[in-house]
């Protein structure tokens, strides 16, 4: 019988290897923070393109803050 097994990414691989060898809890604690700190950096990153390219301000910024207050109020 041949079953359709999701794929493990090069991730999920690495971070298997890493929890066959055992980690303490405050060692899981602080490879969390670290996979956390850098998947936010890679979005700020990718926010950062975007937001050049569509040269926005801290204008557009407050304007679209002001629209989603509105919305939410007149609900």
């Known amino acids: 019988m041949i079953t359709n097994q999701p794929v493990l990414s090069n991730l999920q691989i ?4 890493l929890y066959a ?3 303490s809890d405050k060692q899981l604690l602080e490879i969390k ?11 700020t990153e990718e ?11 801290k204008e557009d910024m407050i304007n679209w803050t ?4 509105r919305r939410k109020s007149s609900h």
């Open 66 to 69: 002001n629209e989603h207050n």
């Open 21 to 23: 060898n055992g980690v």
């Open 47 to 57: 926010m950062d393109k975007v937001w050049e390219e569509k040269q926005l301000t």
């Open 33 to 43: 923070w670290m996979l956390v700190q850098y998947f936010a950096d890679k979005a």
């Open 14 to 17: 690495e971070l298997l290897k």
